[in-house]
Every structure is written in C-alpha cells, then in structure tokens.
C-alpha cells in the first residue's frame, strides 16, 4: 500500500504553526515541478532519478497515469 507520502522540510522539522496554507501548497507545486534526489523519501527512486532521469521520468508519468489519474 502506498501512503502518498512527500518529503518536505516545512511539513517536519521546519513546521510553524504561522506557516500559511498557501506558502505549504506552493513549496509542495515546487518540490512536484523539482524533484530533489539528493533529500529523497525513497532511497531507490532517487538512485534511479540519478543514473537516469529521462526513464525516472517517464516511470513517474506511467505511475501517475495508472495509480493517480482516477480512471
């Protein structure tokens, strides 16, 4: 079962209650659009994003289409 889980400063350690909701989905839109391999929540998902971002990529779009698309 995946969780929908992300990897993101201001939603652990960085968290303050003063945080908008609009500052938190901006930097989640930012982390979506850049992923960042080298703080990843998935230690294989980020070796395959290095050794080879253009196939990571397509993975994701096929995963996207099959498990988070809604059809």
Do not use: F
């Not at 929908?4 to 979506?32: E, F, H, N, Y």
């Not at 230690?43 to 993975?59: G, P, R, Y």
């Amino acid at each position: 079962m995946q969780l929908g889980r992300i990897c993101l400063d201001i939603l652990k350690d960085k968290w303050s209650p003063a945080l908008q909701i609009r500052t938190v989905l901006l930097s989640i839109q930012a982390l979506l659009s850049a992923p960042n391999p080298d703080d990843p929540l998935s230690e294989n998902i980020a070796k395959h994003w290095k050794t080879n971002e253009a196939e990571a990529v397509e993975t994701a779009k096929e995963w996207t289409r099959l498990y988070a698309s809604g059809a």
